[in-house]
């Protein structure tokens, strides 16, 4: 089993919309979890950080289901400019990173 | 100065070539990364430097060999390498090595083996 799960989408939504995706791990010790973004054939950038309590910023929402080992991303009132692959992070020790979801806005 | 840069942006060598990889960061940074990143694939962690002391190395081949002479500079020396090595690296730097803590980017070199 893969340590970090995405779907890699991509997932297709129109200007205003909502997305979510969610993002499964595979260590119950592990202790740190964010989301980062990433542009096309650009560097990662950290998004959020996922803390247990859940939390906002602007319009993205992250969860953590540590139960279900599974954090989720939650965009509302989608821009183009979101559009890019949003990369899931878990560490125990160690950085793990998912493969990715991708995620396109249309006008 | 752009936090984490990263030379050259794009390389092609020949797998009998020996070639290298700068990474400089100009955040005050403690600990430093190499990645490799292949499409459709999650980034793979392939060194950890922290203090200019490499503190992890994941099983990575001996024909990638780091090189971390000071905390803002990082290298990467490739010697003999195959095409499947051909793959996006990236360079990262955090406050500390600890998992925590955020990790900035470098905007990686493209590499290609032929």
């Known amino acids: 089993r893969k340590e970090v799960e995405q779907d890699p989408g991509p997932f297709n939504v129109p200007e205003g919309a909502t997305v979510a995706f969610n993002c499964t791990y595979s260590?119950?010790?592990?202790?740190?979890f964010f989301w980062y973004r990433q542009d096309c054939r650009k560097e990662p950038k950290l998004l959020m950080s996922v803390y247990s309590s859940g939390n906002e910023d602007g319009r993205f929402t992250a969860q953590l289901n540590r139960a279900s080992q599974y954090i989720s991303l939650l965009i509302r009132d989608s821009k183009l400019s979101d559009s890019a692959t949003y990369l899931c992070v878990v560490s125990d020790y160690k950085l793990s990173f998912g493969a990715g979801t991708t995620v396109t806005v249309r006008a | 100065e752009t936090g984490v840069t990263q030379t050259p942006r794009h390389l092609v060598m020949g797998m009998t070539n020996k070639k290298s990889l700068k990474c400089e960061q100009h955040l005050g940074h403690n600990a430093m990364y190499w990645y490799k990143q292949s499409a459709k694939k999650p980034l793979e962690l392939m060194f950890v430097y922290s203090l200019e002391e490499r503190v992890e190395n994941n099983s990575v081949p001996s024909r990638f060999s780091p090189e971390c002479p000071n905390s803002s500079h990082l290298f990467l020396h490739l010697h003999t390498l195959q095409p499947e090595d051909s793959a996006l690296y990236l360079c990262?730097?955090?406050?500390?090595?600890?998992?925590?803590?955020?990790?900035?980017f470098g905007p990686g070199t493209r590499l290609t083996v032929t």
């Open positions: 260590n119950s010790a592990s202790q740190s």
């Open positions: 990262a730097s955090s406050q500390d090595s600890g998992t925590a803590y955020e990790q900035y």
